[in-house]
Antibody, heavy 121, light 107 residues
């Protein structure tokens, strides 16, 4: 059974840092792709970042480039999102999700339950 | 960035109704269009991928159609468990973008 589960959310001051983790199981993590999607309170969904396990290629939405870093540890079946220079507008529930296919067209087929990040003084 | 526009933003319907939600892209996304369902406090769930492919385990009352810039999600006979918010999402180009959502409520 495929499972993904996020952790690491919490309250952080503006300008601070936080690292989110996502534990994955039930599929071949190293040959798949994973992504982070966030949802601000009462708002819609926003794709944040993706990583392809086989190539290590990474992608980011413009608003987080230079501040967030996505990475993975294939030996631990774990995905990470290092978030630096956090801003109030980064406040959201962050979801980790697995790609349904590494070949296009891409989609996200398994999602975690989400972890809340609150950026506030 | 490719802008995704859904219509309507909300709708009221009764159990058994046929419901149609449309999604328009600001430029062609070919068939790289997905539909997700989200219930309050829960993670999104994929219903349709690649414009018209039904995700495993999703009831056949859900269907998707379209290509290029215009897409449709249809629920053939609305069930009580279908009251939720629906999002379209394009994966043809980075950054992936989502529509603003369509909230389906009970009439």
């Amino acid at each position: 059974e495929v499972q993904v589960m996020e952790s690491g959310g919490g309250l952080v001051q503006p300008g601070g840092s936080l690292r989110l983790s996502c534990a994955a199981s039930g599929f071949t993590f190293s040959s798949n792709a994973m992504g982070w999607v966030r949802q601000a309170p009462g708002k819609g969904l926003e794709w944040v970042s993706s990583i392809f396990g086989s190539s290590g290629s990474t992608y980011y939405t413009d608003s987080v480039k230079g501040r967030f870093t996505i990475s993975s540890d294939n030996s631990k079946n774990a995905l990470y999102l290092q978030m630096n220079s956090l801003r109030a507008e980064d406040t959201a529930v962050y979801y980790c999700a697995k790609y349904g296919s590494i070949m296009a067209p891409h989609y996200l087929d398994y999602w975690g339950q989400g972890t809340l990040v609150t950026v506030s003084s | 960035d490719i802008q995704m526009t859904q219509s309507p933003s909300s709708l009221s319907a009764s159990v058994g109704d046929r419901v149609t939600i449309t999604c328009r892209a600001s430029q062609s996304v070919r068939n790289s269009l997905n539909w997700y369902q989200q219930k309050p406090g829960k993670a999104p769930k994929v219903l349709i991928y690649a414009a018209s492919s039904l995700q495993s385990g999703v009831p056949s009352r859900f269907s998707g159609s379209g290509s290029g810039t215009d897409f449709t999600l249809t629920i053939s006979s609305l069930q009580p468990e279908d009251f939720a918010t629906y999002y379209c999402q394009q994966s043809n180009a980075n950054p992936w973008t989502f529509g603003q959502g369509t909230k389906v409520e009970i009439k």
